[in-house]
């Protein structure tokens, strides 16, 4: 059985090779999340829905090639699967355009095969872009009730993509009422400042723990630089990044919080009363998977292993 299970939408990134030309690549986020944790050997499952053509048929093929369980992963003949077209900018910083509107991640329902994938894990994940359009909406909060009925842990990446969304307020009132639930939160410092409506990440973590005490772990994202760890306790503490050259920042974020949910399962640790010195580690480990997928092209296939993230480490 899965440690961890996944929710929300896997499609196709379109990566440019030239002005005219694209490759294709699997992707989204929670998609990308899941594969590096299975690249840490650590047991993961998948819930979403692509259509049943040969894009969906690919990207089924594709988790299926890095072990994730896709029992849940349904295959609609009514609704196509999702496209995104990547766009570049200096440094590797990239940006969407979604070709997702009434797609078949859009459509996804509550079913028994989901519930049980999340009963049988110590960790449900999901991220805010399926709360965006569609049943996928509804189904992302009645699964994260389940899971908190169940006493599973909830992982959560607000994951702002504001294209997807009718306005930016729109966006954040979901994020905000879908933060009630979750124990572990990932947020990058740009998201944790549209949430927040405060400038600096200090004041940031302050305001997120006022309004969402019952947050165990907070995890914020800040590019290279590494990351700040917080805890209900009111402390916090940044970890260096590991500098890199970066080809494509697709998926690192991704790559950050699959490694850091499958660290805290292979160490069996505790959430309710963890430490800084104890999460040292396991961001380490974190930071350098998100550091390495930045080094290649594409989500998934640019996420580093096990052994490539011990020798950044140790170098």
Same mark, same amino acid.
């Given at each position: 059985?899965?440690?961890?299970?996944?929710?929300?939408?896997?499609?196709?990134?379109?990566?440019?090779?030239?002005?005219?030309?694209?490759?294709?690549?699997?992707?989204?986020?929670?998609?990308?999340?899941?594969?590096?944790?299975?690249?840490?050997?650590?047991?993961?499952?998948?819930?979403?829905?692509?259509?049943?053509?040969?894009?969906?048929?690919? !990207?089924?093929?594709?988790?299926?090639? $890095?072990? %994730? *369980?896709?029992?849940?992963?349904?295959?609609?003949?009514? @609704? /196509?699967?999702?496209?995104?077209?990547?766009?570049?900018?200096?440094?590797?910083?990239?940006?969407?355009?979604?070709?997702?509107?009434?797609?078949?991640?859009?459509?996804?329902?509550?079913?028994?095969?989901?519930?049980?994938?999340?009963?049988?894990?110590?960790?449900?994940?999901?991220?805010?872009?399926?709360?965006?359009?569609?049943?996928?909406?509804?189904?992302?909060?009645?699964?994260?009730?389940?899971?908190?009925?169940?006493?599973?842990?909830?992982?959560?990446?607000?994951?702002?993509?504001?294209?997807?969304?009718?306005?930016?307020?729109?966006?954040?009132?979901?994020?905000?009422?879908?933060?009630?639930?979750?124990?572990?939160?990932?947020?990058?410092?740009?998201? !944790?400042?549209?949430?927040?409506?405060? $400038?600096? %990440? *200090?004041?940031?973590?302050?305001?997120?723990?006022?309004? @969402? /005490?019952?947050?165990?772990?907070?995890?914020?994202?800040?590019?290279?630089?590494?990351?700040?760890?917080?805890?209900?306790?009111?402390?916090?503490?940044?970890?260096?990044?590991?500098?890199?050259?970066?080809?494509?920042?697709?998926?690192?974020?991704?790559?950050?919080?699959?490694?850091?949910?499958?660290?805290?399962?292979?160490?069996?640790?505790?959430?309710?009363?963890?430490?800084?010195?104890?999460?040292?580690?396991?961001?380490?480990?974190?930071?350098?998977?998100?550091?390495?997928?930045?080094?290649?092209?594409?989500?998934?296939?640019?996420?580093?292993?096990?052994?490539?993230?011990?020798?950044?480490?140790?170098?």
């Amino acid at each position: 059985m899965a440690d961890i299970t996944s929710l929300g939408e896997l499609l196709v990134d379109m990566t440019p090779l030239s002005p005219i030309s694209y490759q294709y690549n699997p992707g989204g986020g929670p998609a990308n999340m899941i594969c590096m944790v299975r690249k840490l050997s650590v047991p993961a499952a998948f819930i979403g829905q692509v259509g049943n053509d040969a894009f969906g048929k690919k !990207l089924q093929a594709k988790l299926v090639s $890095e072990k %994730v *369980d896709t029992e849940a992963l349904s295959l609609s003949d009514q @609704y /196509p699967t999702t496209l995104a077209f990547v766009h570049w900018a200096e440094h590797g910083e990239r940006s969407f355009s979604f070709y997702r509107h009434g797609s078949a991640d859009t459509k996804i329902e509550v079913t028994d095969i989901a519930k049980e994938k999340i009963r049988a894990s110590k960790i449900f994940f999901l991220s805010s872009v399926l709360m965006s359009e569609g049943t996928s909406r509804d189904t992302s909060f009645e699964l994260m009730k389940f899971a908190k009925d169940q006493g599973i842990t909830i992982a959560f990446d607000p994951n702002v993509r504001l294209n997807l969304w009718s306005s930016q307020e729109e966006c954040v009132s979901y994020i905000r009422k879908a933060l009630v639930y979750p124990d572990i939160v990932k947020v990058s410092e740009e998201e !944790l400042a549209m949430i927040t409506d405060k $400038e600096t %990440v *200090d004041e940031g973590i302050k305001v997120m723990y006022r309004a @969402y /005490p019952q947050i165990k772990v907070l995890l914020v994202t800040l590019g290279s630089k590494g990351a700040v760890a917080a805890l209900p306790d009111g402390s916090s503490r940044h970890f260096e990044g590991y500098q890199v050259e970066a080809v494509d920042t697709t998926g690192a974020g991704d790559a950050f919080t699959g490694a850091f949910l499958a660290e805290v399962v292979l160490h069996d640790t505790d959430i309710n009363s963890v430490t800084l010195d104890q999460l040292e580690p396991l961001i380490k480990v974190a930071n350098a998977a998100g550091a390495l997928t930045t080094t290649g092209k594409g989500g998934i296939d640019a996420q580093p292993s096990a052994k490539q993230i011990e020798e950044l480490i140790k170098g």
